[in-house]
């Protein structure tokens, strides 16, 4: 039952691996090595994104990697001996993991090596495409770069989707001697973990796509501004950096080229606000992450003043590869004015979570039904909310729009980030709407009146409206109040906040009407932090 | 490669909370903003930030002290009292309340564990989060950094317990 030969057994170092057990299968798989009893080596790599079966353990067999999965600490012995080295059949079998169907089924650009290779291993990144991108970028003027990302219309993964090579272009513009890179690791919203999956997963692939954005516009100086939520990614990429600058990718004279380049990593210190770009800005500067007004844009004037280039982990992630392969091979992929791949995240109460990559385009319902498969309950599903806490409520008879940033903004939505959060119908709506609400009045950057006090006010307003106060007041005095955040507010915290609030009316109506106990809310600190 | 890492001291008597403050500025002077990395490094020290650290910091970096007040408490990483010997946070946002965060908290809440509050024999402070990047494995709690996924009640009991270990 012994392989001849070290085999080569992979157990992710992702931390939602680890969260369900990952390091204790790890240590199991090492410790039954150390006792001779078989030969294998184990490779932490990132995770596959098939977070229902972590952890999930693969076995390099010629028959390509063999997958077995959800694997318990205590059933790697009877693994081992059931040949699981050599690939054999056990009931956690599940066969080549690129052949999986949910697997199959993606495309995966931005997530290609994500869950392949060891994340932290330079030539792990370099076998299987790692720096082509930046080769070739360093290759080419900075103004060529620019036009490359452009026509490729890769869109600002963080939410907003702003054409990534337009704001490029605006910083290459400026004539400023000291320019900057931001990364925007703050991934606030539930039901996003994408980021945090590239950090942890392909650190590397980060790092290129920040240096391909410097050599760009002009930039010598790069900020990683990491939420503090996230230890392990904050850790996996001051590594990687580490490892970059010993391998000349990030420094002085960049692969041999006349770039200078170098890359710092901030920690966030538990602000949701601070993912909004100008007040990570101001918290990169050392203060409070208060919002600044729009113009000037942080291309022109950004992190200390200077021209700054402020973009979404995702974003670029992405860069690298549409480098490598051309900008028309990335733009053939979406619909409409969606290029290319988005990273859908399913999260919340799903059978099948995880990531899925796929050209824009596809339906929520193939999302959430066929990839996501259904419930993790068994229960209906009642609604998702789609693009983070600031996304709409959906309800099932709009599960056929296309994930598309105009027919989401067309029908009264938003992609976001991505993020897809599912409920069952045991799920209490005007509770939801409740959250959002609270969730604005607790993590309001506090500069505008309509966003700081307004949303105090939303949570009282829909509390009487639950408790059958003057119901018919209180619902026309919530919709004032909703079209007045999103009228009078600075940013989009503010701004967006009635639209979970409202979906949740219109769609659910029924949930207002009192009957269905209220979610519990605990304001922590509330009066500090929102000045 | 910076906040975070513990500060090395050459005997106890000068652990005071000005010199502690001086050699965490010291260490992150080069930096640009450094105020934040500061704070990082002085809560890793002294497992919170204490208001006789706020005139030094704002001395220091050439501040006024109602700015450094100001960005203290403009964060929630930032304790001005220090926390339990252990603190497990508890995930509110909604991937995890569609999986049944709020079971979590009324459990803790009904074993004495408020929000918020650390338990009167310095052992535990129970806290909420909003989202810890595991939205598909919820509900989700950390414990002293360490994340843990698909907590139910019982597995929450063992780790306020300390029996889930490793
Ligand atoms: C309240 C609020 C929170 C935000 N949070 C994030 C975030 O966590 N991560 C992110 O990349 N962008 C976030 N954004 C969007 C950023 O402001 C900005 O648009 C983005 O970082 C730009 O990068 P992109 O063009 O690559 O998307 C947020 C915006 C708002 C209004
Ligand atoms: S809308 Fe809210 S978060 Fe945005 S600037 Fe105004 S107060 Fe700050
Ligand atoms: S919502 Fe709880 S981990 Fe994301």
Avoid at chain 1, 85 to 113: I, K, S, Y
Avoid at chain 2, 113 to 135: H, I
Wanted: proline residues 5%; hydrophobic residues 40%.
């Amino acid at each position: 039952m012994t392989s001849t030969s070290h085999a080569t057994v992979y157990v992710p170092r992702d931390s939602a691996a680890r969260s369900v057990g990952a390091d204790e299968v790890a240590r199991a798989l090492q410790q039954a090595s150390e006792r001779g009893d078989f030969a294998l080596d184990v490779v932490r790599n990132g995770s596959r994104g098939m977070l229902w079966l972590e952890p999930l353990v693969e076995v390099a067999t010629p028959q390509g990697r063999i997958g077995y999965g959800p694997v318990a600490p205590e059933d790697v012995d009877e693994l081992l001996a059931a040949g699981m080295l050599d690939g054999a059949d056990h009931p956690l079998r599940l066969g080549v993991v690129d052949e999986l169907p949910w697997l199959a089924r993606q495309n995966r650009v931005t997530f290609a090596r994500v869950g392949v290779t060891d994340p932290l291993s330079t030539e792990d990144y370099e076998a299987h495409g790692g720096l082509a991108g930046l080769r070739a970028a360093l290759e080419l003027a900075p103004a060529d770069v620019v036009a490359e990302v452009t026509a490729s219309g890769l869109r600002g993964r963080g939410g907003a989707g702003f054409p990534a090579g337009i704001k490029w272009k605006t910083v290459l513009d400026c004539a400023d001697e000291l320019k900057f890179v931001c990364c925007n690791a703050d991934e606030g919203d539930s039901g996003t973990f994408a980021d945090r999956m590239v950090m942890e997963g392909d650190p590397f692939m980060l790092i290129e796509g920040m240096t391909i954005a410097a050599h760009a516009v002009g930039a010598s100086e790069g900020y990683l501004y990491i939420r503090s939520e996230y230890p392990d990614a904050i850790a996996t990429m001051r590594q990687a950096i580490g490892i970059a600058r010993e391998h000349g990718w990030l420094g002085r004279n960049i692969l041999g080229s006349a770039l200078d380049f170098d890359l710092h990593v901030r920690v966030g210190a538990g602000a949701y606000i601070c993912g909004e770009e100008t007040s990570m800005l101001e918290s990169l500067e050392g203060k409070r992450g208060m919002v600044r007004a729009k113009p000037p844009i942080p291309a022109i004037e950004g992190l200390f003043g200077k021209p700054t280039v402020v973009n979404n982990v995702l974003t670029l992630a992405t860069v690298p590869v549409v480098l490598a392969e051309g900008a028309q091979a990335y733009q053939r992929l979406g619909v409409e004015r969606s290029r290319g791949t988005q990273v859908f995240q399913l999260g919340g109460n799903i059978a099948h979570g995880g990531i899925v990559e796929t050209a824009f385009g596809i339906t929520l319902r193939e999302l959430i039904e066929e990839y996501g498969g259904g419930t993790h309950s068994g229960r209906p599903i009642r609604t998702a909310q789609v693009g983070g806490p600031l996304g709409a409520y959906l309800p099932e008879s709009m599960f056929d729009l296309p994930m598309d940033y105009e027919a989401f903004a067309a029908a009264g939505a938003m992609v976001g980030h991505g993020g897809v959060v599912v409920f069952d119908d045991t799920v209490d709506m005007a509770a939801q709407a409740r959250f959002a609400m609270e969730f604005c009045a607790e993590e309001s950057c506090g500069k505008c009146t309509p966003c700081r006090v307004g949303a105090v006010r939303g949570v009282e307003v829909i509390d009487k409206i639950v408790a059958g106060t003057h119901r018919d007041e209180n619902l026309a005095l919530l919709e004032d109040l909703c079209d007045l955040m999103t009228e009078g507010s600075l940013c989009a915290m503010g701004g967006l906040t009635p639209l979970p609030v409202r979906s949740a009316l219109t769609h659910f109506p029924d949930d207002f009407l009192g009957g269905r106990r209220l979610l519990e809310i605990h304001p922590v600190r509330a009066t500090e932090g929102t000045a | 490669m910076t906040e975070g890492e513990a500060i090395m001291t050459t005997s106890g008597s000068d652990v005071t909370v000005e010199s502690v403050v001086r050699r965490a500025v010291a260490r992150h002077r080069g930096e640009r903003g450094p105020l934040l990395p500061v704070l990082h490094a002085l809560q890793a020290e002294l497992g919170h930030v204490p208001q006789e650290a706020v005139p030094v910091l704002a001395e220091e970096l050439n501040l006024s002290r109602a700015d450094v007040h100001g960005v203290v408490t403009f964060y929630h990483d930032f304790r001005r009292e220090p926390a339990g010997r252990t603190t497990v946070r508890i995930c509110r946002a909604e991937a995890c309340q569609a999986l049944g965060a709020d079971q979590l908290v009324r459990y803790a809440s009904e074993s004495g564990l408020r929000l918020g509050e650390t338990t009167p024999d310095g052992s535990v402070t129970v806290e909420q989060v909003f989202c810890l990047g595991n939205c598909a494995l919820g509900p989700s709690v950390e414990a002293d950094g360490r994340l843990y996924g698909r907590v139910g009640p019982a597995r929450l009991g063992a780790i306020l317990n300390g029996t889930v270990s490793s």
